[in-house]
């Protein structure tokens, strides 16, 4: 039509164009869920492994903490709002039907309650995906009792992934397992491999008061070896499954010199992948490493005594402890870091730089603390919009 401009709109920019301003976003958690809501093709883009691995690449660190489940599939997000991951994108699994035994990789490894044959379930939260398998149990003796359980993943060697974190969440991975046998004091461990979707040979062992073995700490992996923390009643030690070999074995904690701590949690140590416990007795925590000593056997050695109410500034008190066996503490093996919660909401406290901060706010009620960590969380409901209430839901 005369005298009307027949102007064309101008091009989209490439996608690799798009691509590379995005991965120029700050690694934020609600970064790239805002970016995924702009429209489907952005969408698209951001789910591809091909773009999460340069985020990784660019921002050279761990993916950030969305937050924490407990025991019970309850989830706690980290942070403030508006920028917060909303606890309702997790809540599929709440309402005590599942317990949930760890997270690994952007992985969340559940076992069902009180159902004989017990079920398993690897769940990534992100994407919605999940594997489930029965639990093994042997052929004489059905139970509904899980001792211990571990999410590895199968794409790397010795507990290092040949592909990066955030891409082997959508490959391969292992499930140790632990239950009770028929026998007093005795058990079995099976390893479950996903790529095959089939469980090894069962393992019987013998293990004095197996009723100490049993509980829901999530585990850590050093070397080629899954450790849990046991702090049943007065027989707290270090659970220890050798993958090798699949046996297990047992380490005590440190001695507490007649005043009992108020609570334990393993990490890994310093130096050469081995053993460490942080024992919390009010507001001190004491690091204490396995180490060789003079008669070639290994002992536990205190290397640092740290007053946690010195490392925050006077306008952000700490706040008092809780009474003995209230107090949680908990250990992110992507960030190095341990999680207390205290009565003044939950703090982390970062091994390498001894810096303490809060990620969650007071009024937070969690039995246990599995810190869960990714890049992107996708879905209409992934970032809470509320004001901030103070409180972790």
Known sequence: ???VSSTPAPALPPDDVIREILLRLPPHPACLLRVSLVCKHWRRLVRDPGFLRGV?????HRPPLLG???RLA??????QPPDRVAAAHFSELEGGRWRVLGCHHGRVLLCT????PLRLQVWDPMTGTRKCFQAPQHPRHATNVVIRGSLICGAGVHGRCSVGEEDCRSGPFRVVY???GHEINSMFSAVYYSHTASWGDL?????????????MEPSILLGNAVHWLSCWSQDRSILGFDLDTNQIYHEDLPRDCGIPYDCYQIFKARFGGLLGVAALRGLHIHLFELALNSGGSMTWVEYRSVDLAKLLPPAEPIGSPPPPGETRMGFDEDGNTIFLKLSNGIFQLHLASLKLNKVVQQGVSLSLMIPYRSFYVEGGQGFDNRANDGAGR
């Open 203 to 215: 393992v019987p062992m013998t293990v004095p008061k197996i009723g100490s073995f049993v509980g």
């Open 178 to 180: 632990l239950f009770p």
């Open 68 to 70: 924490f489940f407990d």
């Open 74 to 79: 309850t989830f706690v997000p980290a942070g």
């Open 1 to 3: 039509m005369a005298g």
């Open 113 to 116: 309650r009180l159902t004989v």
């Open 56 to 60: 990784r690449a660019r921002h050279r």
